[in-house]
């Protein structure tokens, strides 16, 4: 069933409680893909209802960020939704997620500042906004969210042990297509040329893995091979960052120790694509 409003989806949610039904939730903006789907099938697997919500969440772009041309596809993602047996789909508009005079916003501190936070400002100040919101409308017992954005994962999960919120936070594997392109909204915006440059960042994170197995542990070193493989494919028009960090605190390291996670943020063509990879 698709619910565009807040307040019906809240009573909705009072009578699924009612019932003593758990909620598994699985927040995203759309254009879905196996990666979601991956998510929605974990929360069908956990819970006894699953909620997919699908926002483009305005607050979360910046100015010349890719709001307006996000792909967006709501029958295509409906379909797919009733497919996978989702309960409820929630849509909520702008204008009632965020209706004029709205001053309130979370922010989470510290792991916001390195990797994508360095270079997006205000991005997870929006994300962690919304899925308050969301997590308040919906007031699921488990959140399902993909390991591909993996300092959205971390910063979520801390904001809801910081605040005491009720409920837990899933991460699930990054899903990719064959040749290891994680799965993205994003590589639509892909040209076909540019969509086989796009495996430059799997490529150079399993280089890095590789290269650390045989005994590399010097970041630099390591950043070293990562950038080689990289600008090895012709469209790729800049690396962002590459950055060896700690998995729970984010914060870079200069000598890699497993577990480590090996991030970056790649532009193939104009398209901005993150991956990641655990050491
Ligand atoms: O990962 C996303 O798609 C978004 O950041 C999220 C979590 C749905 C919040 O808008």
Redo the contacts with the bound molecule.
């Keep these: 069933m698709l619910i565009k409003d807040i307040n019906r989806m809240k009573e909705v949610i009072k009578g699924v409680k009612k019932e003593g039904k758990t909620i598994g939730f699985v927040?995203?903006?759309?254009y879905l893909h196996e990666g979601?789907l991956s998510l929605i099938r974990c929360s069908k697997r956990d819970n006894d209802i699953t909620v997919v919500?699908i926002?483009?969440?305005p607050i979360?772009f910046g100015q010349n960020e890719d709001l307006d041309r996000y792909p967006r596809d709501l029958e295509r993602d409906e379909k797919l939704c009733r497919q996978e047996g989702v309960d409820y789909i929630f849509v909520p508009s702008a204008e009632q997620m965020y209706p004029e005079g709205f001053s309130t916003y979370v922010q989470v501190e510290e792991l916001t500042g390195g990797l994508c936070g360095a270079f997006r400002p205000g991005h997870f100040k929006?994300?962690t906004t919304?899925?308050t919101k969301?997590f308040n409308i919906v007031q699921p017992d488990r959140a399902y969210?993909?390991e591909k954005?993996y300092q959205?994962l971390a910063v979520?999960k801390k904001m809801v042990k910081d605040l005491n919120m009720n409920l837990e936070v899933v991460g699930c594997p990054i899903v990719r297509e064959k040749d290891g392109l994680a799965m993205s909204?994003r590589n639509k915006y892909l040209s076909p040329k540019e969509r086989e440059s796009a495996v430059a960042l799997y490529k150079a994170l399993v280089r890095a893995k590789e290269s650390f197995e045989k005994g590399i542990n010097s970041v630099e070193e390591l950043k070293k091979i990562m950038e080689e493989t990289i600008i090895s494919y012709p469209e790729v028009n800049e690396i962002q960052y590459i950055e060896i960090v700690d998995p729970d605190t984010l914060k870079p390291k200069n000598v890699a120790e497993e577990g480590d996670v090996v991030a970056l943020a790649v532009f193939v063509g104009n398209t901005r694509l993150i991956d990641n990879i655990r050491l």
């Design positions: 927040p995203t903006m759309g979601h919500s926002f483009v969440n979360q929006g994300v919304v899925v969301l969210f993909g954005d959205q979520v909204s």
